[in-house]
């Protein structure tokens, strides 16, 4: 199964960084950069506003933990959002191609 994963970061650079890295690290196949967004939530008993890039990564469920791994290592928030959605519908080359790229080379 195929999955989109959502995480959010404050900056495009570190956004980046992260996107770059889960690829280079065959834990994602790709991954889409959007923003800046402006995020609202709960913090410390606040509600607070910051302006954040979204990053999507295509992985499958296989290959999920060690993107979330990955994610957590990687990623400089206390709490980061880290959203897996199984994809419902996938072309058969595309869920083809998802799971040549996340296979890890060995």
């Known amino acids: 199964m195929i999955l989109t ?21 065959r834990v994602a196949a790709c991954a889409q950069i959007s923003g800046p967004v402006t995020s ?5 008993g606040k509600v607070e506003t910051a302006e954040e890039w979204q990053v999507v990564f295509k992985t499958t ?11 957590l290592a990687a990623h400089d928030y206390d709490t980061p959002e880290i959203v897996a959605t199984p994809a419902v ?11 040549r790229e996340t296979t890890p080379v060995p």
């Open 89 to 99: 519908r996938v072309s058969a080359d595309y869920a083809a191609w998802v799971e």
């Open 61 to 71: 469920e296989a290959r999920y933990p060690a993107l979330e791994t990955h994610l």
């Open 5 to 25: 994963v959502l995480t959010t970061t404050d900056a495009r650079a570190k956004a980046e960084a992260l996107a770059r890295g889960a690829v280079e690290a």
């Open 40 to 44: 609202v939530y709960h913090w410390d």
